[in-house]
């Protein structure tokens, strides 16, 4: 594991994050504020706004070889009984977006359900994704330049930081959602210490990169962690035939990941922010999502 080092304030029961009282955070910059520049204009009418009330809301960074890596963190206030050290450590992993205001209310949502919610910006040394303005220019620019080890090594530090800081990462989830779906499926097989994933429309196959080597298909005979995969059906960038495969390549290993395959929803039902918005399959993905994670011993 890549040696992590932090001289912040303990997080659980501290004033580390910026709470209902305007406290404030460690970073100047904070992460999830505003929207990427790649998917704006947004759809406002759907955006779901979920308040800090009873919360601790902030950016803190985690130094990871000398970079600082921001992390969005949520969690109940330490002054309510729910909000006391022992928490449950939810990963929320983004999109290709990055950390922009979706993935912060994703945390923030988790946090209100009891959670230590951490989501951070896996893309820091490869540029600012929320800055750049075109979908293809963030893949080749950003994305492709990112290595799937130095995603790794950066969660395994964001863990150990939780685990000193009060979270109880022996009841340890992952969710993440397109790219981030992605990198679920390949964290749960990379770190032992994950109990369930949930992976939102996340690729299955792929070619594989130098720096990118393997996808979750790659990894499905070896998964011990358990997945919940929520896709959609209409999602022409993953087909049908690729869960298929998927679920045949867990079968034989014997894991026990499951599928749900929303028929009428296409890639992003998640995503309140953009048209591809599907209000009734994201509601039902997020309450089965809860549910796995409470069924597998993260709640």
């Known amino acids: 594991m890549s040696d992590m080092i932090t001289d912040c304030e303990s997080l659980l029961g501290q004033s580390s994050l910026s709470g209902p009282d305007g406290r404030r955070g460690f970073l100047k910059v904070a992460l999830g504020t505003g929207f990427a520049v ?18 601790l809301t902030g950016t803190m960074p985690v130094l990871v070889d000398g970079q600082a890596v921001p992390v969005y963190a949520a969690q109940p206030d330490a002054a309510q009984p729910e909000g006391k050290t022992g928490l449950p450590v939810v990963l929320v992993i983004s999109e290709i977006f990055g950390v922009h205001e979706h993935i912060a209310d994703m945390a923030r949502r988790f946090a209100k359900q009891g959670y230590l919610a951490l989501a951070p910006d896996l893309f820091v040394r490869q540029g600012d994704p929320t800055k750049v303005a075109s979908i293809p220019e963030l893949m080749k620019g950003i994305i492709a330049k990112t290595p799937d080890a130095q995603v790794m090594a950066d969660l395994d530090a964001v863990v150990a930081w939780a685990k000193q800081n009060g979270g109880d990462t022996s009841r340890l989830g992952i969710t993440g959602f397109c790219w981030g779906g992605r990198i679920t499926w390949l964290y749960a097989a990379h770190n032992p210490a994950v109990k369930a994933g949930v992976a939102w429309y996340g690729r299955l196959v792929g070619e594989p990169t130098a720096l990118q080597p393997s996808n979750p298909i790659d990894i499905a005979g070896t998964l011990t962690a358990p997945v919940l995969g929520l896709y959609g059906g209409k999602d022409t960038g993953i087909t049908q035939e690729s869960i298929a495969k998927m679920k045949a390549a867990l079968a034989k290993g014997g894991n026990k990941s499951e599928f749900v395959v929303y028929p009428d929803a296409g890639h992003a039902f998640n995503a309140d922010y953009r048209p591809s918005y599907v209000a009734a399959d ?15 011993g993260v709640a």
């Open 38 to 55: 790649a998917v704006l204009p947004v759809a406002a009418q759907n955006v779901i706004k979920t308040d800090t009330a009873g919360l």
């Open 282 to 296: 994201a509601k039902d993905g997020y309450a089965r999502c809860l549910a796995w994670l409470k069924q597998h």
